[in-house]
């Protein structure tokens, strides 16, 4: 099993700059959320979806954050236009039909953005 | 609403001696809790979990955690640290929200183990 896989490990980019992060959940799991972790804020959920629907996105900062998931095996979280602050490291877990109430989740090793 | 509170952000141990991190939930139902540890650079992988089975749950790397309710209490321990064990540990609490188990961090420990 490859686990979840997420791309890209690190990117810089420029203020206003759009920024693409992409996640690959580990097949067969039907849940999917989208975490952000900095220093000062720690680790929050942005976003999950249960079978490819989001189902809370009440952690999506603003506008300028949106995720999709036009299948089961491949999520998107876009910054557009990207701001210094989003600078974090953004992690994508998925969790299987077992997990739903044992809270077993699976991380990527996680996206780095900087945003200068 | 559930939260977790970790009482210590960072700790320091010497190897082969034991470790304890602590961490108190509050929770108006019965619980199911979790302990995770990140490794630098790495994403966060599950250490054990308590879900009302036995109180005292045994995870891998011979971390264990005691579920005290009189406290709300669920402390991770080891005895003999290893230089391996040096990361950061999330002490997680699930809470039902919208129809799903929503995990809620802790603010996190970092755990340094000197030789």
């Known amino acids: 099993d490859a686990g979840v896989i997420q791309s890209p490990r690190h990117e810089v980019t420029e203020m206003g700059q759009e920024v693409t992060l992409r996640c690959k959940p580990i097949?067969?799991?039907?849940?999917l959320f989208w975490y952000r972790q900095t220093m000062m804020r720690g680790l929050e959920l942005l976003i999950y979806?249960?079978?490819?629907?989001?189902?809370?996105d009440s952690g999506m900062p603003e506008d300028r954050f949106s995720a999709k998931m036009p299948n089961a095996s491949f999520s998107t979280l876009k910054i557009q236009p990207s701001e210094p602050r989003d600078s974090a490291v953004y992690f994508c877990?998925?969790?299987?039909?077992?997990?739903?109430?044992?809270?077993?989740?699976?991380f990527g090793e996680g996206s780095r953005l900087t945003v200068l | 609403a559930q939260s977790v509170t970790q009482l210590d952000s960072h700790v320091s141990v010497s190897e082969g001696t034991p470790v304890l991190l602590r961490c108190n939930y509050s929770?108006?139902?019965?619980?199911?809790l979790f302990w995770y540890v990140q490794h630098p650079n790495k994403g966060l992988q599950l250490l054990l979990k308590?879900?009302?089975?036995?109180?005292l749950v045994k995870g891998i790397n011979g971390f264990e955690a005691e579920f005290k309710k009189s406290e709300t209490s669920f402390h991770l321990t080891k005895p003999s640290a290893h230089m391996s064990d040096a990361a950061e540990y999330f002490c997680?609490?699930?809470?039902?929200?919208?129809?799903?188990?929503?995990?809620?961090f802790g603010a996190g420990t970092r755990l340094a183990v000197h030789p």
């Open positions: 877990a998925s969790r299987g039909t077992g997990g739903a109430n044992t809270g077993e989740l699976f």
């Open positions: 097949s067969g799991h039907n849940s």
């Open positions: 979806f249960n079978n490819n629907v989001p189902i809370d």
């Open positions: 929770s108006s139902y019965s619980p199911s």
């Open positions: 308590y879900t009302s089975a036995a109180t």
């Open positions: 997680v609490v699930s809470e039902p929200s919208g129809g799903y188990n929503k995990l809620i």
